[in-house]
Structure formats: structure tokens, C-alpha cells
T-cell receptor
Framework: DSGVTQTPKHLITATGQRVTLRCSPR?????VYWYQQSLDQGLQFLIQ???????AKGNILERFSAQQFPDLHSELNLSSLELGDSALYFC??????????????????FGAGSRLTVL | LAKTTQPISMDSYEGQEVNITCSHN???????ITWYQQFPSQGPRFIIQ???TKVTNEVASLFIPADRKSSTLSLPRVSLSDTAVYYC??????????????FGRGTSLIVHP
């Protein structure tokens, strides 16, 4: 157990639907990162939050959104789902902000992932 | 932007030492080198991190030459359970000054009996 909790583990839904993935970071970690992993794209960074604020954005689609709540848990919302959104979605947490002064030393702790299947 | 290059795949046998080399010619002065391991359908797991010379922990060793343009992850006496994908990461800056760990394709290591 890494200390990062993701729910649900598996999710099957239909195209056009909306789902919410939830993540609780490791105790004491203020940063949350979301990654998407599909067979053809590898691990792709989506978005980062630090202590409730958005810090960095990757290749996140406009149909996707996220937020981090005061208790530091985070949710990734995926809407108007398409077949191509089927993937593993990982949440990771870190104690560091990811700011310039800490470049490269940032170690992430990943959750077990949420497998989304869009039919 | 420091890009990394590592072999797509490697094969080994139980009990052997495995060395996976990663090239990162554009590594920045304040960048660390971090390696992760990922088993199928699981999240990546931190293995080891270093800045220069050699780092060793209970799982692996990391060798970094003086020019820091490459690094080698060494796994001593691998077992079947070491079959996984290994990622080499070097600091990557994003907008807003936030460092985001960026994963490439990694090296798929298969350990044979």
C-alpha cells in the first residue's frame, strides 16, 4: 500500500457519459498529480494541484477537469466520454510543490490507478 | 528540457545483474535523476534517485558519471519478480515554474527462469 488511495478501481461506462475519479494523497503530501496511461500513449501528465491550487497543466482535454479540496483529496472529472478515453488513470502525490528550486528532486508516490473502460 | 533515451526492452535471467543505461545529454545543473519501476496495471514505484557519482539502496544502485549525461540503473541478482518497465526521469519544467516528472516509454525488462 503506497498510501495514495484511488477509487474506483474499475469503471465501465458508455460514450457520452461523465465519470468522476477520486484520489486521496499520502498523509502530509500537499501536491496531487494526475496521469493517464493508455497502450499507445504511455504515461501522460494531465494536471497538478498544490494545496488546493492548480499548479501545472499538461495535455489535458477541455472535457476533463479536476480540483483539489480543502482536505487535499482530488477529483478528476471526465465528461462526454469517448472510446479513446479508455485508459488507466493514476493519481500521485508529493510533499514538494514542484517549484523551480526543487527541480528534479521531486519524488512521486502513485496510487494503484483507476481503470476506465468506455464502451 | 532534458530528454531521456533508454532501451525499449531487455532480457535477462534469474540471478544475473542487470544494467539499464539512460542518456540525458541536456540535463540541467539542478536536475536530479530518478528511476521508477512499474508492474502491469499498477502505478509506478520510486526506486532510486541521484545527482552525481553513485547511490545505493536496498533495491538498486545508480551510477552517474562526472558529466552527468547518462546514468545506469543496476539491479543485482534479478528474479522473476523484477520483470517490469523501468523509467528514467530527469527534471522537466512546465509553465508556471513547476517541475513535472515526465515519463518516456521506459525499458521493458523481462527476466527469464
Amino acid at each position: 500500500d503506497s498510501g495514495v488511495t484511488q477509487t474506483p478501481k474499475h469503471l465501465i461506462t458508455a460514450t457520452g457519459q461523465r465519470v468522476t475519479l477520486r484520489c486521496s494523497p499520502r498523509s502530509g503530501d500537499l501536491s496531487v498529480y494526475w496521469y493517464q496511461q493508455s497502450l499507445d500513449q504511455g504515461l501522460q501528465f494531465l494536471i497538478q494541484y498544490y494545496n488546493g491550487e492548480e499548479r501545472a497543466k499538461g495535455n489535458i482535454l477541455e472535457r476533463f477537469s479536476a480540483q483539489q479540496f480543502p482536505d487535499l483529496h482530488s477529483e478528476l472529472n471526465l465528461s462526454s466520454l469517448e472510446l479513446g478515453d479508455s485508459a488507466l488513470y493514476f493519481c500521485a502525490s508529493s510533499a514538494q510543490t514542484g517549484a523551480t528550486s526543487n527541480s528534479g528532486a521531486n519524488v512521486l508516490t502513485f496510487g494503484a490507478g483507476s481503470r476506465l473502460t468506455v464502451l | 528540457l532534458a530528454k531521456t533515451t533508454q532501451p525499449i526492452s531487455m532480457d535477462s535471467y534469474e540471478g544475473q545483474e542487470v544494467n539499464i543505461t539512460c542518456s540525458h545529454n541536456n540535463i540541467a545543473t539542478n536536475d536530479y535523476i530518478t528511476w521508477y519501476q512499474q508492474f502491469p496495471s499498477q502505478g509506478p514505484r520510486f526506486i532510486i534517485q541521484g545527482y552525481k557519482t553513485k547511490v545505493t539502496n536496498e533495491v538498486a544502485s545508480l551510477f552517474i558519471p562526472a558529466d552527468r549525461k547518462s546514468s545506469t540503473l543496476s539491479l543485482p541478482r534479478v528474479s522473476l519478480s523484477d520483470t517490469a518497465v523501468y523509467y528514467c526521469l530527469v527534471g522537466d519544467m512546465r509553465s508556471g515554474g513547476s517541475y513535472i516528472p515526465t515519463f518516456g516509454r521506459g525499458t521493458s525488462l523481462i527476466v527469464h527462469p
